[in-house]
């Protein structure tokens, strides 16, 4: 009797089972079929931006993509978090994707800061391609993103230096000067030429430069024309100094919760694909960026080959110190410069 009544209990026990696994199958059929899922994208950039229509289009490919199934809200003008809270935002998950600048939290992204590095790049295409191809060779990138599942990392296009009432043809120049600095490795190698580096996000320099807090700024071409710098600039010195690198990272549990069928998808969306995209526009607003600055007779002096040597001379220790730096933190400091070098043909 006993025997017989265990067997019961047994098979009821078995019954639930494949009722409960039955019904997870028909959810996760429901997943991946139907169901709605919403996510917000949050970044810095003003609405009027033009990474604002590229979240956008982004955004109606994934939803094309995926039927309907996985939806995109974008919030810019940092609604929802700073720009220097964006990366920590997206890997607690206070927003599901986010879109910043490294250099914003210094310290965060050792390897990655390779790209912002003096004259790694002549091209935000050169230099987004080469991010990602690092990122992707290099496992030790992993863990700067703990939390995140990165989507695409890319630069800007070569960052110049932009002066309001004094135009900078030398080092003598330079010297004394306040310039708004965008990373720790650009502020280092501003200060060895004489020049009093001052961090700032993007989003305070047109202010900072039309009041006066600073008296000029380092900064891609496409910022003349998409943050209004032309307005409140008289100057640039050409030297493609350094790139400005930015992520679009993904927070990880999110990018979990996804069946494995829209994961794939948004993998395909995104990555090398998109990090070029990226490139590709911000070379080109660049290049209108110049244009506009001559029409608005901004003076534009380009730095000769010779002028430009003089100047590394003063820049350069600034790659052996970050190599320095990097290898006392057990990190491939080295390996990571050299194939950084590499790609980029020098």
Same mark, same amino acid.
């Given at each position: 009797?006993?025997?017989?009544?265990?067997?019961?209990?047994?098979?009821?026990?078995?019954? $639930?089972?494949?009722? =409960?696994?039955?019904?997870?199958?028909? /959810? #996760?059929?429901?997943? +991946?079929?139907? *169901? %709605?899922? !919403?996510?917000? $994208?949050?970044?810095? =950039?003003?609405?009027?931006?033009?990474? /604002? #229509?590229?979240?956008? +289009?982004?955004? *109606? %490919?994934? !939803?094309?993509?995926?039927?309907?199934?996985?939806?995109?809200?974008?919030?810019?003008?940092?609604?929802?978090?700073?720009?220097? *809270?964006?990366?920590?935002?997206?890997?607690?998950?206070?927003?599901?994707?986010?879109?910043?600048?490294?250099?914003?939290?210094?310290?965060?992204?050792?390897?990655?800061?390779?790209?912002?590095?003096?004259?790694?790049?002549?091209?935000?295409?050169?230099?987004?391609?080469?991010?990602?191809?690092?990122?992707?060779?290099?496992?030790?990138?992993?863990?700067?993103?703990?939390?995140?599942?990165?989507?695409?990392?890319?630069?800007?296009?070569?960052?110049?230096?932009?002066?309001?009432?004094?135009?900078?043809?030398?080092?003598?120049?330079?010297?004394?000067?306040?310039?708004?600095?965008?990373?720790?490795?650009?502020?280092?190698?501003?200060?060895?030429?004489?020049?009093?580096?001052?961090?700032?996000?993007?989003?305070?320099?047109?202010?900072?430069?039309?009041?006066?807090?600073?008296?000029?700024?380092?900064?891609?071409?496409?910022?003349?024309?998409?943050?209004?710098?032309?307005?409140?600039?008289?100057?640039?010195?050409?030297?493609?100094?350094?790139?400005?690198?930015?992520?679009?990272?993904?927070?990880?549990?999110?990018?979990?919760?996804?069946?494995?069928?829209?994961?794939?998808?948004?993998?395909?969306?995104?990555?090398?694909?998109?990090?070029?995209?990226?490139?590709?526009?911000?070379?080109?607003?660049?290049?209108?960026?110049?244009?506009?600055?001559?029409?608005?007779?901004?003076?534009?002096?380009?730095?000769?080959?010779?002028?430009?040597?003089?100047?590394?001379?003063?820049?350069?220790?600034?790659?052996?110190?970050?190599?320095?730096?990097?290898?006392?933190?057990?990190?491939?400091?080295?390996?990571?410069?050299?194939?950084?070098?590499?790609?980029?043909?020098?």
């Amino acid at each position: 009797m006993k025997v017989k009544m265990l067997k019961c209990i047994l098979l009821l026990v078995a019954g $639930f089972g494949l009722l =409960f696994l039955a019904a997870c199958g028909d /959810e #996760e059929t429901s997943n +991946s079929s139907g *169901e %709605e899922i !919403e996510l917000d $994208f949050s970044h810095f =950039f003003p609405p009027t931006h033009f990474m /604002e #229509e590229e979240i956008q +289009s982004f955004s *109606e %490919e994934l !939803e094309e993509a995926t039927d309907g199934r996985v939806k995109i809200t974008s919030y810019p003008g940092a609604a929802l978090a700073n720009p220097d *809270e964006h990366f920590d935002a997206a890997a607690t998950g206070s927003v599901d994707f986010a879109l910043s600048v490294h250099g914003y939290t210094p310290g965060e992204f050792p390897l990655t800061s390779v790209m912002e590095l003096p004259f790694m790049a002549e091209s935000a295409v050169k230099g987004s391609e080469n991010l990602w191809k690092l990122y992707d060779e290099f496992d030790d990138y992993d863990e700067e993103y703990a939390g995140t599942v990165p989507l695409w990392l890319y630069t800007t296009d070569p960052g110049q230096l932009f002066t309001v009432d004094k135009q900078v043809k030398s080092i003598e120049d330079l010297k004394g000067m306040k310039i708004r600095s965008p990373s720790p490795e650009t502020s280092e190698w501003l200060e060895a030429l004489g020049a009093t580096p001052v961090s700032m996000p993007m989003n305070e320099n047109f202010e900072a430069l039309e009041r006066g807090v600073v008296d000029g700024t380092i900064a891609p071409w496409e910022a003349v024309k998409t943050w209004g710098l032309d307005e409140v600039i008289n100057y640039a010195t050409v030297g493609n100094f350094y790139s400005t690198t930015m992520f679009v990272v993904m927070n990880e549990d999110v990018f979990n919760s996804l069946s494995e069928k829209d994961q794939a998808t948004l993998k395909e969306l995104t990555g090398e694909k998109m990090a070029t995209k990226t490139g590709e526009t911000f070379d080109q607003y660049g290049s209108e960026a110049v244009e506009q600055a001559k029409e608005k007779g901004i003076e534009i002096y380009e730095l000769s080959e010779d002028e430009l040597s003089e100047w590394k001379e003063y820049i350069n220790p600034t790659i052996e110190n970050w190599i320095n730096n990097v290898e006392e933190k057990g990190l491939p400091g080295q390996k990571v410069y050299d194939r950084a070098v590499e790609l980029s043909g020098k």
